[in-house]
């Protein structure tokens, strides 16, 4: 009587990140991708993202897991753990979010630049985008610093008195990205 038997060695399960590649990025989601041999399905796999599970899937036929990763502003930690019978191959990639950020924009809508007034006060009034906290706007009238109250959308109105001649209205906003001045 024959007996057959087949020696197949026992490998590890092998990883090889496809993505992200990158080491920072502006944008909050990237997909995970990652050619992985050794294993039979997603259960032999195990990813977190800053310490927290995260859940892909396994297509056995090109032997890639694939996962939708959404990073945290600042440094994002992948970890990727592939297991079988015979041992297990993990990998680390840091990627860093940069979470896009533009400068202030300020839009006067009265008085208009150049403008020529009969009376010694006028009505400015403007509208601020991408700063809010107090110290992010300024707002002067011939130099000087002037009190003003902006609404939740970025609304500001009011009288100033206006000495004769030329007079200099400044609204200055400034946050982490810039500052735009009008």
Known sequence: ETVNVTYRPCVTPGIQIVSPLQTTTTSASVNLQ??????TSANDVTVTLNGNAVSGTFNSTTSTY???????????????TAT??????SHVRTITYNEPCDAPQITFNSPVNGSTVGSNSVQVSANVTGATG???IQFTVNGI???????????????ISLNQGVNAIV????????TATE
């Not at 990652?34 to 294993?39: L, P, Y």
């Not at 079988?84 to 191959?89: A, E, L, M």
């Not at 610093?145 to 009288?159: E, H, K, P, R, W």
């Not at 609204?171 to 810039?178: Q, R």
């Open 145 to 159: 610093q002037q009190y003003i109250a902006i609404d939740v959308n970025g609304n500001l109105s009011t009288n």
């Open 34 to 39: 990652a050619v992985i041999s050794g294993v």
């Open 66 to 80: 694939s996962a939708p990763l959404t990073l945290t502003n600042g440094s994002n930690t992948i970890e990727i």
């Open 84 to 89: 079988n019978t015979c041992g297990s191959d």
């Open 134 to 136: 107090g110290g992010s």
């Open 171 to 178: 609204l200055t906003a400034t946050n982490a990205c810039g």
